[in-house]
């Protein structure tokens, strides 16, 4: 069970997904302690094997700088169910009616999940911030419901559920973000596809998988790059 961030219909054959990066030491001076170790955008759940590329599991680990980010404690913080997430100036709710109604049910024929849990973009339509929340026994076949993200597997091994086929991966982290109770998980992701750069970050609370993603062409991510990555990693579980 796959899922895959995808632009077209069919995953592609043959995944060529770059090393991963490992363990930063650096802490992000934010209103939440981070402690880093390790145009149309949608969320497709495809059912299919898709097993760890070679090139992934014999990726080097060679230390990588802090991820450029920005201050985000200004921005609009949109609250979800069992989520949050800041959204970056100027963009817009563009959530369609049948996205918040698709939970229910008629006569009692089975509720369709929604797609979206928040969708926002920027004026043009180029750039887009999405959430999706799922049950994590959608993501990996199993009978018992995850707790934390690490039961999907390791930063390695999650890959195959939110990395699609075809990929060129630029980074992966385990970001802890501290809580009242301890630390909370969660993976980062950031990778090209189909000349569209993609930030990812997902993390598991109640059993659900809670992913947050910002997307843009590759030719504006030189230039929107660190707001779309800031977007994404402001996801917190609640």
């Given at each position: 069970?796959?899922?895959?961030?995808?632009?077209s219909p069919?995953?592609?054959?043959?995944?060529?997904?770059?090393?991963?990066?490992?363990?930063l030491?650096s802490t992000?001076?934010?209103?939440?302690?981070?402690i880093?170790?390790?145009?149309?955008f949608?969320?497709?759940?495809?059912?299919?094997?898709?097993?760890i590329?070679q090139?992934?599991?014999?990726?080097?680990t060679p230390?990588?700088?802090?991820?450029?980010l920005?201050n985000?404690?200004?921005?609009?913080?949109f609250?979800?169910?069992?989520?949050?997430?800041?959204?970056?100036?100027?963009?817009e709710?563009?959530m369609?009616p049948?996205d918040?109604n698709?939970?229910?049910?008629?006569?009692g024929d089975?509720?369709?999940?929604?797609?979206f849990?928040?969708r926002?973009a920027?004026?043009?339509?180029?750039?887009?911030?999405?959430?999706?929340?799922?049950?994590?026994?959608q993501?990996?076949i199993?009978?018992?419901e995850a707790?934390?993200?690490?039961?999907?597997g390791s930063?390695?091994?999650?890959a195959?559920?939110?990395v699609?086929?075809?990929?060129?991966?630029?980074?992966?982290?385990?970001?802890?973000i501290k809580?009242d109770?301890?630390?909370?998980?969660y993976?980062f992701?950031?990778f090209e596809?189909?000349d569209?750069?993609i930030?990812?970050?997902a993390?598991?609370?109640s059993?659900?998988a809670?992913?947050s993603?910002?997307?843009?062409?590759?030719?504006k991510?030189d230039d929107?790059?660190?707001?779309?990555r800031?977007?994404?990693?402001s996801?917190?579980?609640l």
């Open positions: 069970m796959a899922f895959l961030l995808s632009f069919n995953p592609p054959l043959n995944p060529k997904l770059s090393s991963l990066n490992t363990p030491s992000l001076n934010t209103k939440r302690h981070f880093i170790h390790t145009t149309s949608c969320f497709i759940l495809l059912a299919q094997q898709n097993p590329p090139s992934l599991a014999q990726a080097s230390s990588k700088p802090a991820l450029n920005a985000t404690k200004s921005w609009f913080q609250y979800g169910d069992g989520f949050a997430i800041r959204v970056p100036p100027e963009f709710d563009i369609e049948e918040f698709a939970g229910a049910s008629l006569y089975k509720a369709k999940p929604r797609p849990a928040a926002f920027s004026t043009d339509g180029s750039e887009v911030l999405s959430v999706v929340v799922r049950p994590t026994n993501l990996k199993t009978f018992l707790q934390e993200i690490t039961d999907l930063i390695k091994e999650a195959k559920i939110f699609p086929g075809g990929a060129t991966l630029y980074n992966a982290r385990t970001i802890k809580e109770e301890g630390f909370k998980t993976y992701y950031e596809r189909d569209q750069h930030a990812l970050m993390t598991v609370s059993g659900k809670i992913i993603g910002a997307t843009a062409p590759c030719s991510w929107d790059g660190v707001k779309l800031s977007a994404a990693i996801l917190t579980a």
